[in-house]
């Protein structure tokens, strides 16, 4: 059982290149989230979803897109990317919303 | 919108001592989570809050949400070198699907 996938696990971007980040859960869970975490600021939430075909904004959407064509998997992208998007990229599902929060490895995302 | 403040940011004890953070939160909170994070790994869930005055224990491990359901703490006792890692708190406002997630505390524990 492999829980949440994230893919890559490290990508370094010059300023302007694009990228998707891939998050794939084989939990059958209905929710699923993209986090950011930099030192000394927790964690981020950026995007969210609620179930297939939907997402929502977090608390800092700026800069990312995303979507959930299929209920296992949760695509972040990067259309422009800056060196203020330099972060580890956190993925996470839960069964509903007030569940617990299931992450996967991370991504470490350097943009020069 | 919703802020949960965390303290101490950082804390080093030595094998043996007991260790606690605190979790407040500007608003009422309905339920709040707590993860560990070892270095370099991934946030893990260990417990979840969702009664007034709740407390709740698992090992050397002790949870409590506070009365008015807008503060948490945890307290490990007798920490080993095992406890070390981020403790993170994260608190859901009402209905929101969200978690709102402090900056957390590091603990090290010196051998």
């Known amino acids: 059982n492999a829980g949440v996938t994230q893919t890559p696990k490290f990508r370094v971007l010059k300023t302007g290149q694009s990228m998707t980040l891939l998050c794939a859960q084989d939990?059958?869970?209905?929710?699923m989230y993209w986090y950011r975490q930099d030192p000394g600021m927790g964690l981020r939430l950026i995007h969210y979803?609620?179930?297939?075909?939907?997402?929502a904004k977090g608390e800092v959407p700026d800069g990312y897109n995303v979507s959930r064509l299929k209920k296992q998997n949760f695509l972040l992208g990067l259309e422009s990317a800056a060196p203020s998007q330099t972060s580890v990229y956190f993925c996470?599902?839960?069964?509903?919303?007030?569940?617990?929060?299931?992450f996967g490895d991370g991504t470490r995302l350097s943009i020069l | 919108g919703q802020q949960v403040m965390q303290i101490p940011q950082y804390q080093h004890v030595q094998e043996g001592e007991d260790f606690t953070t605190y979790c407040n939160s500007s608003?009422?909170?309905?339920?709040i989570q707590w993860y560990k994070q070892r270095p370099g790994g991934h946030p893990v869930f260990l417990i979840q809050?969702?009664?007034?005055?709740e407390v709740k224990k698992q090992k050397r491990l002790t949870f409590q949400f506070g009365e008015a359901k807008k503060n948490s703490s945890l307290h490990i006792t007798a920490t080993q070198t095992t406890d070390v890692g981020t403790y993170f708190c994260?608190?859901?406002?009402?209905?929101?699907?969200?978690?709102?997630f402090g900056k957390g505390t590091l603990l090290t524990v010196n051998p």
């Open positions: 809050l969702v009664k007034s005055g």
């Open positions: 996470a599902s839960s069964t509903v919303g007030n569940q617990p929060q299931h």
């Open positions: 608003t009422t909170l309905s339920n």
């Open positions: 979803s609620v179930g297939e075909g939907t997402t």
């Open positions: 994260a608190g859901r406002g009402g209905s929101n699907y969200k978690l709102t």
């Open positions: 939990m059958n869970h209905e929710y």
